[in-house]
């Protein structure tokens, strides 16, 4: 409980550096109106739209009016549509929460056998060929390949990954194939890191001495791997998976881009696109809402995985 | 001191490499000793010397790459260890031969617990299920003497001290009642005030269940106290071998009398100063053409840094490898 008040004054911090960036964005949204012809022809003068929207008040004003908007939960609205931000926000957050959390589960997936494969059979063919993988992975932006899984497939078998998103809640089938494959590429690129890691802290575990004990003990390779070196190994690995996050996120802002997949990425694009502000900093927020949340969540699973963080 | 007919466990002429070529290392150059039934055999010599290595290679723990037994026969209950498949060796050990390390603090695991730690070896060898190992476990742990074994298990090793690790390693060995326990300097850690403790509890358990005991350590105290058999290691080779008694009456290599000039004894002549051994321990990389102790012995002749001695009898049971022991000495 304690950790979780220590996130106010973070956020606080995050809140104030999110708003004033936004407003270094250069164009203006009120420029970006007035230049489009439906709304020229209501004939909105230009101080009118600006006093509407509430950008005409000094700066520390418009914050604090929009941090006391916060704490009662209401996030703003959306300059162009006048929907409540925290409305737009959380249809989007499951989308990107779930390709998040997919893509996750397929870098694990990926990055820990491959990572304990190569450290037990250090130096020989398969660890090369592993590392090699790995350096692969690392060198080819998600950007690419995402576009490459939507290119070639399409002009050999004629398939490409479907566009017109279908909820979870509708259909979870059709939703997971559609998932599958933006998740699957956003996660290989995630799991380039997460396998050298594990490889390195195993191969720093397999020296240690508890493993030469156990050993000893008459226990065969797969005992001493699974149950004596991997939790060992883990611990950093979590730590490092924890700071992948922010880009984990990232990533998604690009990767829904390709796919065309609506979540906070896609919504991001569009509302910077559009220089609506409190979109923006909705965004951000949540955004950084949720990292420091799973850095909470890594921090606390230190003491699932490591004893003496448990009882200090 | 067995007089057993054929003994427990025969190391005949093992050799231990690191590394190839040019740059490997004789680590164990040709040592050969026995272990009997119930016996307590002492290692002794200075780091460095392969009386580490030479454990290590008895239940093939030597990590390899780089290292690899070269030759040589490590006979145990019959079988030759260094024959045997990977399958057949993980069923010796912990079970037939078990291992005590000479680092408390790091040779437990620190995040599973005590109890699995010792009940382990039961579920592996004996395939009980894990309540009943830990059963076992809890008996094993009140048999080194820690008061509370119940609450005992489900701690972890970082909740103990170093002395109290050491029990739950020894319970740890003790957990497949092995015929074979090698201790690798088990008390070098450790407190000095809980260095006898350790030793006695360990002496006591192996006599009670008639398990031999191979004790690595470079404190000749030690060995004093609680050996039957000496093996002195200089070098990676073995130098003097007797029996305690006769070792400690009659030591015949200069290097074994240097070390115990080097060692306070109470039941000698308290007022005689200590005489530190000069020089080095040797570079097993590159080991002198003769005598490895030759550079640091005063009695050396030039044979002596020439032509290397063969351990050669000299007494009942008592061998050593030093030309001024050999007759044909000139």
């Known amino acids: 409980m304690r950790r979780l008040l220590a ?11 999110v708003f004033a960036t936004v407003r270094m964005i250069p164009g203006d949204v009120i420029d970006m109106m007035l230049s489009q012809n439906d709304l020229a022809a209501d004939k909105l003068s230009r101080e009118q739209l600006v006093q509407a929207l509430g950008l005409d008040k000094p700066m520390a004003e418009q914050y604090l009016i929009w941090i006391a908007g916060i704490l009662k939960g209401d996030f703003g609205q959306s300059l162009w549509q006048s929907t409540p931000v925290l409305e737009l926000v959380l249809q989007r957050l499951p989308v990107t929460f779930e390709l998040g959390v997919i893509a996750l589960a397929v870098g694990l997936v990926i990055a820990l056998p491959i990572g304990v494969y190569s450290a037990v059979r250090q130096d020989t063919v398969g660890d090369f060929l592993a590392r090699s993988f790995s350096i692969l992975l690392l060198a080819v932006p ?12 399409s002009i050999w078998w004629g398939w490409s990954p479907e566009v017109n998103y279908v909820k979870f809640g509708d259909d979870p089938i059709q939703n997971l194939k559609q998932m599958i494959v933006p998740a699957m590429v956003l996660g290989a690129s995630l799991s380039a890191v997460t396998m050298r890691m594990t490889r390195t802290m195993m191969l720093e575990v397999l020296r240690q001495d508890y493993i030469r004990t156990a050993r000893a003990k008459g226990l065969n390779q797969r005992l001493v791997i699974m149950r004596h070196a991997l939790r060992n190994a883990l611990i950093p690995v979590i730590t490092l998976v ?3 996050a922010p880009l984990l996120i990232g ?6 881009q390709i796919f065309v997949i609506p979540g906070m990425g896609l919504l991001l694009l569009e509302a910077v696109n559009q220089r609506d502000y409190p979109i923006i900093t909705g965004v951000f927020l949540t955004v950084g809402l949720a990292v420091m949340l799973i850095n909470l969540m890594v921090d606390l699973s230190y003491g699932l995985l490591d004893p003496r963080v448990r009882t200090r | 001191m067995t007089t057993a007919a054929r003994p427990l466990l025969s190391v005949r002429n093992l050799v231990t490499r690191f590394g190839r ?4 290392v004789t680590a164990v150059d040709d040592v050969s000793f026995d272990v009997g039934v119930g016996e307590t055999v002492a290692i002794v010599g200075e780091s460095g010397s392969g009386k580490s290595v030479t454990a290590l290679s008895i239940l093939r723990l030597i990590p390899s790459p780089p290292g690899r037994i070269e030759s040589g026969e490590i006979l145990f209950e019959g079988r030759d260890l260094t024959k045997l498949s990977e399958r057949e060796i993980m069923e010796i050990r912990g079970n037939r031969i078990a291992m005590i390390f000479q680092e408390p603090m790091s040779s437990l695991n620190p995040v599973l617990t005590v109890g699995l730690q010792v009940a382990e070896p039961i579920n592996v060898h004996r395939r009980k299920p894990w309540d009943a190992a830990l059963g076992t476990a809890k008996q094993l742990l009140g048999r080194v003497r820690m008061s509370d074994a119940e609450s005992r298990l489900r701690a972890y090793p970082h909740q103990f001290s170093g002395g109290m690790r050491q029990r739950a390693m020894i319970a740890m060995a003790l957990a497949c009642e092995p015929r074979l326990i090698i201790a690798d300097e088990p008390t070098t850690a450790l407190d000095v005030t809980v260095q006898a403790q350790i030793l006695d509890l360990l002496k006591d358990l192996a ?3 008639r398990c031999s005991l191979i004790l690595i350590t470079h404190d000749l105290g030690v060995v004093a106290r609680y050996a039957d058999r000496v093996v002195v290691m200089y070098g990676g080779r073995v130098v003097e071998q007797a029996p305690a008694r006769e070792l400690y009456a009659n030591p015949r290599h200069p290097y074994t009398r240097g070390l115990m000039a080097s060692v306070p004894r109470l039941d000698g002549d308290t007022s005689k100063r200590l005489v530190p051994i000069d020089g080095q321990p040797p570079n097993l990389a590159r080991l002198p053409a003769g005598c490895a102790f030759a550079p640091r012995c005063r009695q050396a002749t030039d044979l002596c840094h020439r032509e290397r001695p063969a351990l050669a009898e000299i007494g009942p049971q008592h061998q050593t490898a030093c030309w001024l022991e050999t007759p044909a000495h000139v």
Do not use: C, D, K
């Not at chain 1, 996130?7 to 550096?17: H, K, V």
């Not at chain 1, 998600?142 to 497939?153: N, Y």
């Not at chain 2, 070529?21 to 490997?24: F, S």
């Open chain 1, 242 to 244: 924890g700071l992948q």
């Open chain 2, 21 to 24: 070529g040019r740059g490997a």
């Open chain 1, 142 to 153: 998600s950007f690419w390949m995402g576009t490459m899984v939507m290119v070639f497939p």
């Open chain 1, 7 to 17: 996130l106010i004054p973070t956020l606080l911090f995050a809140s104030l550096i």
């Open chain 2, 207 to 209: 006599q009670g269940s």
């Open chain 1, 251 to 256: 990533g998604a802002i690009v990767i829904e």
